[in-house]
């Protein structure tokens, strides 16, 4: 059935034979007898600024130690297991209703960035990132897609939480603190384990997220150095037990790759700001491996005119990822010789544009 609704012209015909009082009262109706959120919007109305000293109240009461110890104890009994069950310390109910207390934390930490003691929520916010991206590769909650049933957008979290450290901190405290959690965090395909839907629509880049912020040249340069520092201590640092079934190299390899477009920014970024020794650390570094990295490297010496050692490198790349577009653009580009494989799938792509177009 098609709902009336009065336009804007018949709207005010109506009301203009009514007194104040008679108005008032027909507002008071729709005021008591209405909705939370219509009620909200009236008293918005009715007196906007007491409606934002209300949210701005909010904020203010906001607890960010109180906030940061609700998240690592939410966060240190998904990562036991404990909502996954056989374990007291979570009840069945909240088992269920995991994502909402989730969604609750994560507005109450973000909330509490907003006070003045914002390094607390800080950290709560970063924890709260480091168990959603933890949930790509484990089970911690009854979910086939954990990310996605608690309607959490990392790159806007991320956003977020760089811009208050950033903002309260500077340049450099916030290159520093955020470097390393680019690091943990990046995907190159979102962070939902099916990698499309609508939360998924929602989602950016960690690397769109930092070049909105680094606006200067000084900016971007600081920012590589401090980058450098934490693949130097991801280079470093402690050796996980490998499984068995990964071969030596994979863990650099996936960091590689979902690095891969933050590099390529650097890499543009850099050579305009005469940024080659930061450069050339990156593409020969130990933290980082894999065809996304050769990729790296032939880029690299096709901008400094090594057109034939670029030629290998892109080769090189398109004998493990011979279906890799940007690999064929780069060989096509400089005219490299394309592997078979790479020469079967670039016919066949040709083929299939000329067929659409």
């Known amino acids: 059935m098609q709902m009336r609704r009065m336009n804007r012209e018949q709207f005010f015909g109506k009301l203009a034979p009514l007194d104040e009082d008679r108005l008032a009262k027909v507002l008071w109706n729709l005021y008591w007898r209405g909705s939370a959120p219509m009620r909200a919007r009236i008293?918005?109305?009715i007196d906007p600024d007491q409606h934002d000293r209300g949210k701005d109240a909010s904020i203010a009461s906001a607890d960010p130690e109180g906030v940061l110890a609700e998240v690592r104890d939410f966060v240190s009994l998904a990562r036991s297991g404990a909502y996954l069950g056989g374990d007291r310390r979570v009840s069945p109910k909240e088992r269920t209703r995991?994502?909402?207390?989730?969604r609750r934390l994560v507005t109450g930490a973000q909330d509490a960035l907003r006070t003045d003691d914002s390094d607390a929520a800080a950290a709560a916010v970063a924890e709260l990132i480091d168990l959603a991206c933890a949930t790509r590769e484990y089970d911690y909650?009854?979910?086939e897609d954990p990310v996605e049933a608690a309607r959490?957008?990392?790159s806007d979290a991320a956003a977020l939480l760089w811009s208050a450290v950033r903002d309260r901190h500077g340049l450099s405290v916030f290159a520093q603190r955020s470097a390393p959690q680019l690091i943990r965090w990046a995907s190159r395909h979102g962070w939902t384990r099916s990698g499309w839907g609508p939360l998924s629509e929602k989602e950016t880049s960690l690397a769109s997220v930092l070049a909105g912020m680094l606006r200067t040249p000084e900016m971007w340069i600081e920012f590589a150095d401090r980058y450098l520092d934490a693949l130097d201590d991801a280079a470093h640092a402690p050796a996980r037990p490998r499984?068995?079934?990964?071969?030596?190299?994979w863990a650099q390899e996936q960091r590689t790759a979902a690095l891969a477009d933050w590099h390529l920014l650097l890499l543009n970024k850099l050579t305009d700001y005469e940024g080659d020794d930061q450069l050339t650390s990156l593409a020969t570094h130990p933290a980082l491996?894999?065809?996304?990295l050769t990729y790296l490297q032939a880029r690299l010496a096709h901008r400094h005119g090594d057109t034939s050692r670029a030629r290998g490198l892109v080769h090189d790349c398109l004998q493990k990822l011979p279906g890799h577009q940007q690999f064929l653009d780069l060989a096509t580009e400089i005219g490299a010789q394309l592997p078979p494989r790479a020469?079967?799938?670039s016919k066949q792509r040709q083929t299939a544009q000329a067929s659409t177009s």
């Open 289 to 292: 491996a894999g065809p996304e």
């Open 243 to 249: 499984n068995t079934w990964r071969r030596e190299g």
């Open 343 to 345: 020469q079967e799938i």
């Open 43 to 45: 008293e918005a109305a």
């Open 152 to 154: 959490f957008v990392v």
């Open 141 to 143: 909650f009854r979910s």
């Open 98 to 102: 995991w994502r909402f207390t989730f």
